[in-house]
């Protein structure tokens, strides 16, 4: 139930004078039965709603009240005061006595009581009883009741109409007949809490069921106790008024707490749904910010890791890490990127256009951070793709040295095979003097092998440093290999040397040289070493990157071809030296040994020799028209890649020049340029496909091990880079033409002024940039009309660049031109608002705020504003200027 406390703060003299209007009434009615019967039972109920929270009640109206105690007790509850102490006594005069204290108390209210006396009260007088109770009800549940300067009965009254004019059915003109349907009951309950009552079911023609449904849901749910019986209103031809009233007033003070409360909820509501909406923008700038930093932090590390692999399929795999990086990991961070600048753009034009001081993100999150951030991966990118193919050349160059190493190192382990064991023997102790100089011809001919062999160990050397010099990860088997073959290479060298002193020394005891056998092996030994080099030249291994090196390589081969006829032509001459032997032999009746004794090399060797290289130059031209086919290949993947690729360039370059008028350019209102802009964006967005194509010959490219490309000068990163700059520009024009809309709405600017300042901007960008510097700007204001010296110029810049990047932007410069021709409130005009209305005044009372506002606006501020603390305040003071400084920020004072 509502607490009637305040209403004893009231003053007396317009209490008395309307109390003595209200009580001006026709007690001959209140007999009439039907009348009295609704007011019993309306003014017994009202009185239990209030003495049931002092744990009592009463059940007959006038004879509960005799002894004056339950009547004290109900003005104690009501008024929250204490009256005198009541005399316990039975006697009539102590009922009398405790009577008249609450009378007293009642006049003390400024209430007139006319024509009742304690006497009646005690001797049980019905009229006069419920006449007090009346006086009571008016007083203190009535008379408060203020609608737009109306109070008391006319106040309640038009609260009344005001609440249920919506409703059919419904017209409240008085207290009694207007009620008597009871769809104003359920109206007024409706109106406030439309949970309860499901109006459009009630019917005007049952208004039993109406009267009953309002009763007993005010209250079970409003805590309005059960006033009046539907049966007595509807079977009267006129209502008691006072019981009427006495029942509407308990909804008066059960609804209008919450009103004003929902009221001053609604506007707290607003106030910081704005707030919330512009925090929430702002948590969500920060974590993208924090979430897209975090992934670069992560990102470059792996980026710059630079651990060498072993093989060539081992990095293989990085470099499909790497493409993977590339087409599915890093794109979704790229429109995270736009997003942030975007919604740091939108965040920013909002608090700007509610004159909020502007959103400075945490430390290490501005758009710059994020900027230099994301060059910075871009950076470790482009290194870390360089790196990658870097290595694959090495690894390639090294597995290819590797087998060339391992190729050679046998070839010259099977020449060595036994060679030591051939130079320790010491035949010639045993040997005539023709095979002694047999021998020493051997030996000769032993050397110029040695000595031709020199170059492959030579080779194998310089193999394995180039090896240990490109970190070859099996370095150390190389190294101990060629050691082997070095030290072995030393000890044959010394062994031929001392084998050659041993013949010499023989030598003076031969007297006889086989010319032919000498000629045989002299010739037999550099051919079949010839023969030997080329075997090993057909089956060396090859590597080439382009057709030139290929057509080198065919071309040194038909060179090679060119000459077999010659070397054809040597080997049939050293077979008819062998033939020559025998048939001089055969002549003299000569009987040979079954070897040339300077030679081991025998003529079926070298048949079988030539035989094997005749064989291997068919596999050799295989072998290099495959590898021709190879390179015609990669040549036709970069012809095609090349096509597509300057093509997407002219049209990214295209774009970006379209891009740069546009944003320019002053075609129709800002939402058809909006539109166009989103078509146009569209129209990009689907070249996707076209991008897309040349990722894939890309990925050929690669796959093929392809590393550079005649036709074309762009790169695939050069055009990831202007592809991703293209979209971003489109989305940042598009954002810029937002903001120029949001701008032009809420500061009023028309589509001409728009026009205007487009213009005259256009007019200073000289470089079409869509920004212009300090310089330039300057000349801008100038042409519109201002006089600036240094002072006012740097204020402006500070307005229009607060970042001090160097340049304006169009919407900085529409933004502070909006400022500047139109009417925006600032906490300054607010400030000077509220002097006025107090008078010139450094403070005001809340007694002119409610002279001055509306009665909502002015209890919002004096809920708001805090008391004035300076020396020239009055009591209840309240300080305007803070409470102004507050709407707005401190940055507008």
Known sequence: MVDYHAANNQSSGGVQTYMEQENDWDRDLLLDPAWEKQQRKTFTAWCNSHLRKAGTQIENIEEDFRDGLKLMLLLEVISGERLPKPERGKMRVHKINNVNKALDFIASKGVKLVSIGAEEIVDGNAKMTLGMIWTIILRFAIQDISVEETSAKEGLLLWCQRKTAPYKNVNVQNFHISWKDGLAFNALIHRHRPDLIDYDSLRKDD?????????????????????????????????????????????????????????????????????????????????????????????????????????????????????????????????????????????????????????????????????????????AEKGYEEWILSEIRRLERLEHLAEKFHQKAAIHESWTDGKEAMLTQKDYETSSLSEVKALLRKHEAFESDLAAHQDRVEQIAAIAQELNELDYYDAASVNTRCQKICEQWDILGSLTHRR??????????????????????????????????????????????????????????????????????????????????????????????????????????????????????????????????????????RAT????????????????????????????????????LKEYQKTIMSYMPEINKLEG?????????????????????????????????????????????????????????????????????????????????????????????????????????????????????IDFMSRETTDTDTADQVIASFKILAGDKNFITADELRRELPPDQAEYCIARMAPYAGPDGVPGALDYMSFSTALYGESDL
Not at 239 to 266: L, R, W
Not at 644 to 654: C, E, M, R, S
């Open 207 to 379: 208004p039993i069921t109406n009267l009953n449904n309002a009763f007993e849901v005010a209250e079970k749910h409003l805590d309005i106790p059960k006033m009046l019986d539907a049966e007595d209103i509807v079977g009267t031809l006129r209502p008691d008024e006072k019981a009427i009233m006495t029942y509407v007033s308990c909804f008066y003070h059960a609804f209008s707490g919450a009103q004003k409360a929902e009221t001053a909820a609604n506007r707290i509501c607003k106030v910081l749904a704005v707030n919330q909406e512009n925090e929430q923008m702002m948590e969500d700038y920060e974590k993208l910010a924090s979430d897209l930093l975090e992934w670069i932090r992560r990102t470059i590390p792996w980026l710059e890791n630079r651990t060498q692999e072993k093989t060539v399929k081992d990095l293989q795999a990085k470099q499909e890490d790497f493409r993977d990086y590339r087409t599915v990991h890093k794109p979704p961070k790229v429109q995270e990127k736009c997003q942030l600048e975007i919604s740091f753009n939108t965040l920013q034009t909002k608090l700007r256009l509610s004159n909020r001081p502007a959103f400075m993100p945490s430390e290490g999150r501005m758009v710059s951070d994020i900027n230099t951030a994301w060059h910075n991966l871009e950076g």
């Open 500 to 637: 050659k002193e041993s013949l010499e020394r023989t030598e003076k005891q031969l007297e006889s040289i086989d010319e032919l056998y000498l000629e045989y092996a002299k010739r037999a030994a550099p051919f079949n070493n010839w023969m030997e080099g080329a075997m090993e030249d057909l089956q060396d291994m090859f590597i080439v990157h382009n057709i030139e090196e290929i057509q080198g390589l065919i071309s040194a081969h038909e060179q090679f071809k060119s000459t077999l006829p010659e070397a054809n032509k040597e080997r049939e001459a050293i077979q008819a030296i062998q033939a020559e032997v025998q048939r001089i032999a055969q002549s003299n009746g000569i009987k040979l040994s079954s070897a040339n004794p300077y030679t081991t090399i025998t003529p079926q060797s070298i048949d079988s020799k030539w035989e094997k290289a005749m064989a291997m130059v068919p596999q050799r031209d295989n072998a290099l028209q495959h590898e021709l086919n190879k390179q015609n290949s990669n040549d036709t993947l």
């Open 641 to 676: 890649f090349a096509a597509q690729a300057n093509a997407v360039g002219a049209y990214i370059q295209a774009k970006m020049e379209e891009i740069g008028r546009i944003s320019i350019e002053m075609n129709g209102t800002l939402e058809d340029q909006l539109t166009d």
């Open 697 to 813: 010959h890309h990925q050929h490219i690669q796959e093929a091990l392809i590393f550079d490309n005649q036709y074309t000068s762009y790169t695939m990163e050069h055009l990831r880079v202007g592809w991703e700059q293209l979209l971003t520009t489109i989305a940042r024009t598009i954002n810029e033409v937002e903001n120029q809309i949001l701008t032009r709405d809420a500061k009023g600017i028309s589509q001409e002024q728009l026009f205007e300042y487009r213009a005259s901007f256009n007019h200073f960008d000289k470089k079409r940039s869509g920004q212009m510097v300090s310089d330039d700007f300057r000349a801008l204001l100038i042409s519109t009309g201002n006089s600036l010296g240094d002072g006012e110029f740097n204020r402006i810049m500070g307005i229009v660049d607060p970042n001090s990047t160097g340049v304006v932007t169009f919407q900085a410069f």
